[in-house]
C-alpha cells in the first residue's frame, strides 16, 4: 500500500520483489525467500505493516503472520500460524481479505468435509500483527469461493455455488467496525447461471461500493453481472 514492495509465493515459500515506482519494472530482493509450504493466499494489510499467508497442510489451513520491516524483509509473527478453535477447523479451499482500516481480517473457507463454507474473523494486534480469533465463524453456503468487503467497510458479500441448483448465489453479512463481528442480512439472493471457479475471487465492488460485479459462466463467452447493494441493509438486487 506504501509502494516498492510486493510479494509472492511458490512452493518453497515467499518471495520479496522490489517496484520501481517509476518505470514499473518488478525485481526479486536478491535470492531471498522465506520458506514456507502450502501456500493458498497473500494479504498485506492496508498500511504496508503485515503480510498474511494462508497456509495448508495435512487438511488442515492456518494463517501466517509476518512483519515487515522497512527494507522490505519479513519476520514471522509470534503464534504463527493461527487458527480457528475446535470444531471449526478450515479445510481446503480459502481466501482472506482485510478490512480497510487493518483492524480485522477474514477467512473465507470449507469445514473438513468440504460441505459447509464459513466466513471467520480475526481481531488483528496493532502492535504485533498477532490474531485473535473473533465471534463464531458464520456460515454462507456450501461452496464459496469468492467474497469482497464494501470500500465503506460494513459489508461483507460472498459469492457461492450451489451444487444442487448448479447456480450461484450471494451472501451479505452487515461488518460490525467496532468488533469485527459479521451477521447475516437474511436469504442468499440467487444470480442464475454457473459462476467462473477457475478465476481468483470473481467477484468485486465498484469504487464507490454501490455495485458488487460477479464473473459468471453459461458456457461460452464469460460474462460479468452487477448486482446494486443497499449500503444500509445489504440487500442485493
Avoid: H
Avoid at 520458506?35 to 492496508?46: E, H, K, N, Q, V
Avoid at 497456509?55 to 527494507?71: C, E, F, K, P
Avoid at 469468492?146 to 470500500?151: D, E, K, L, Q, R
Avoid at 455495485?211 to 440487500?235: D, R, W
Amino acid at each position: 500500500p506504501l509502494g516498492g514492495r510486493l510479494y509472492g509465493a511458490d512452493n518453497n515459500g515467499i518471495i520479496p520483489f522490489v517496484l520501481d515506482l517509476a518505470t514499473g519494472v518488478i525485481t526479486a530482493q536478491g535470492a531471498q525467500v522465506v520458506p514456507a509450504t502450502g501456500l493458498f493466499d497473500l494479504i498485506m494489510d492496508p498500511l504496508g505493516r503485515y503480510l498474511y499467508a494462508l497456509q495448508s497442510q495435512n487438511n488442515t489451513s492456518g494463517i501466517l503472520a509476518y512483519a515487515i520491516a522497512s527494507d522490505g524483509s519479513l519476520s514471522l509473527v509470534s503464534g504463527s500460524p493461527f487458527q480457528l478453535p475446535s470444531p471449526y477447523v478450515p479445510y481446503g479451499i480459502s481466501e482472506l481479505a482485510e478490512d480497510p482500516s487493518g483492524r480485522f481480517l477474514y477467512e473465507l473457507t470449507l469445514n473438513n468435509n468440504n460441505s459447509q463454507g464459513y466466513v471467520a474473523s480475526y481481531s488483528i494486534n496493532q502492535s504485533t500483527g498477532a490474531l485473535t480469533s473473533v465471534g463464531t465463524p458464520v456460515p454462507c453456503g456450501t461452496y464459496p469461493f469468492g467474497f469482497v468487503i464494501s470500500p465503506a467497510d460494513n459489508q461483507i458479500v460472498v459469492l457461492d455455488f450451489d451444487s444442487t441448483t448448479t447456480t450461484g448465489q450471494l451472501y451479505t453479512f452487515a461488518l460490525n467496525q467496532s468488533t469485527g463481528t459479521i451477521t447475516s442480512n437474511g436469504t442468499p439472493t440467487s444470480i442464475g447461471y454457473v459462476p467462473i471457479q477457475t478465476i481468483n475471487n470473481p467477484i468485486a465492488f465498484d469504487p464507490s461500493g454501490t455495485f458488487v460485479i460477479v464473473s459468471q459462466y453459461a458456457g461460452f463467452p464469460t460474462a460479468s453481472e452487477e448486482f446494486l447493494i443497499n449500503a444500509k441493509t445489504g440487500a442485493v438486487t
